[in-house]
């Protein structure tokens, strides 16, 4: 999905957090596939030029949508996650926690195993590692935060004109 990311960074956001339905909604039109179909086709990155930029369109009406009902994705994740945090207080959980070191001890104990040569990697480990590799970085961005900040500096930087210096 990280082309869709280049190309319409609005709906990539979008299809990640709550409003997902929306992005998919906007996507079907555009693509003329059934809702059901849109992962497929995102995922195949088998697309005509055309329907490129009929993306990047949509991608700019999106963008006007969302201003007009003024919706901040950066805040709606980070409520999301303050709310998270919010209910293990509340709830003085230890779910989470053990969850948490679950997937660490998990993660980095199947890596270890597959780097000392104890075990063949296989597809389906591999698979594991992913998902846990996942949730790892999942875990991370819970208890400290994400990188959301750096993606949006890198995005002003990529789109920024540099100064004529001489």
């Given at each position: 999905?990280?082309w869709l990311e280049q190309v319409a960074p609005t709906i990539a956001t979008a299809l990640l957090g709550p409003l997902g339905g929306l992005a998919v909604?906007?996507?079907?039109?555009?693509?003329?596939?059934?809702?059901?179909?849109?992962?497929?086709?995102?995922?195949?990155?088998?697309?005509?030029?055309?329907?490129?930029?009929?993306?990047?369109?949509?991608?700019?009406?999106?963008?006007?949508?969302?201003?007009?009902?003024?919706?901040?994705?950066?805040?709606?994740?980070?409520?999301?996650?303050?709310?998270?945090?919010?209910?293990?207080?509340?709830?003085?959980?230890?779910?989470?926690?053990?969850?948490?070191?679950?997937?660490?001890?998990?993660?980095?104990?199947?890596?270890?195993?597959?780097?000392?040569?104890?075990?063949?990697?296989?597809?389906?480990?591999?698979?594991?590692?992913?998902?846990?590799?996942?949730?790892?970085?999942?875990?991370?961005?819970?208890?400290?935060?994400?990188?959301?900040?750096n993606s949006r500096k890198d995005e002003m930087l990529y789109n920024s004109v540099p100064a004529n210096v001489k």
């Open positions: 999905m990280s909604s906007t996507l079907s039109k555009v693509l003329g596939v059934d809702e059901k179909e849109v992962q497929g086709v995102i995922d195949s990155g088998k697309m005509s030029a055309e329907q490129i930029a009929q993306i990047k369109l949509a991608e700019i009406e999106f963008q006007k949508q969302t201003q007009e009902l003024g919706l901040n994705f950066e805040k709606l994740a980070t409520d999301d996650r303050k709310s998270a945090r919010d209910m293990q207080i509340a709830t003085k959980s230890w779910i989470p926690g053990a969850l948490s070191i679950g997937i660490t001890f998990g993660f980095f104990g199947i890596l270890i195993y597959m780097m000392t040569g104890n075990v063949a990697p296989s597809n389906e480990l591999l698979v594991m590692l992913g998902s846990l590799g996942t949730s790892w970085t999942g875990v991370i961005g819970y208890y400290f935060g994400s990188s959301a900040g």
